[in-house]
T-cell receptor
Framework: AQSVTQPDIHITVSEGASLELRCNYS??????LFWYVQSPGQGLQLLLK??????LVQGIKGFEAEFKRSQSSFNLRKPSVHWSDAAEYFC????????????FGTGTRLQVFP | DTGVSQNPRHKITKRGQNVTFRCDPI?????LYWYRQTLGQGPEFLTY????????KSRLLSDRFSAERPKGSFSTLEIQRTEQGDSAMYLC?????????????FGSGTRLTVV
């Protein structure tokens, strides 16, 4: 069965520092992978997605993620965090042949200090 | 394109009452999804529609829950005889085709509190 693990429940960084949020997935084949961001009281916004090809994908707001098959990981990175990046981040996995249902991780809450 | 709209934003109800939520997807999107998100958790899939057809339902969707999309446009999610465990954020999302192509567009959700 598919599953997603986000090991870090809460991360705090200083503004301007680099960021890496971890995501590990469990799936028998190469899945479709997504990162979403959720601001308080809001819905989820798609940051980026990986389907195939280049394992380094670029997203909105300066985020990127790298798919590593050998580690079953899809970590999200940003070189310099802005205070407005404070939010909850969710990694999600979809089956390659049935992406109508996504499995989400439990999320990582990012706090940014000035 | 006004995005995915959900109403109401907040709903407080007494245990045992029925509640209904509405979702208006992006107009050209043929697929509509309902997810539930409890505190400290990621969204969990409930059900989805392609046009007016409900194609899959999660085991989370007990017989007290019913979802409709009568004309393939807006959708409603009804919970009958609400229980405190139903307190959650109910998220609607829509997509054009499968998520493999485009990913979802989520609404802002309806937060349900059962007292």
């Amino acid at each position: 069965a598919q599953s997603v693990t986000q090991p870090d429940i809460h991360i705090t960084v200083s503004e301007g520092a680099s960021l890496e949020l971890r995501c590990n997935y469990s799936y028998g084949a190469t899945p479709y992978l997504f990162w979403y961001v959720q601001s308080p009281g809001q819905g989820l916004q798609l940051l980026l997605k990986y389907f195939s090809g280049d394992t380094l994908v670029q997203g909105i707001k300066g985020f990127e993620a790298e798919f590593k098959r050998s580690q079953s990981s899809f970590n999200l990175r940003k070189p310099s965090v802005h205070w407005s990046d404070a939010a909850e981040y969710f990694c999600a996995v979809g089956a390659r042949f049935n992406t109508d249902k996504l499995i989400f991780g439990t999320g990582t809450r990012l706090q940014v200090f000035p | 394109d006004t995005g995915v709209s959900q109403n109401p934003r907040h709903k407080i109800t007494k245990r045992g009452q029925n509640v209904t939520f509405r979702c208006d997807p992006i107009s050209e999107h043929n697929r509509l999804y309902w997810y539930r998100q409890t505190l400290g958790q990621g969204p969990e899939f409930l059900t989805y529609f392609q046009n007016e057809a409900q194609l899959e339902k999660s085991r989370l969707l007990s017989d007290r829950f019913s979802a409709e999309r009568p004309k393939g446009s807006f959708s409603t999610l009804e919970i009958q005889r609400t229980e405190q465990g139903d307190s959650a954020m109910y998220l609607c999302a829509s997509s054009l085709g499968t998520t493999g192509g485009y990913g979802y567009t989520f609404g802002s959700g309806t937060r349900l509190t059962v007292v």
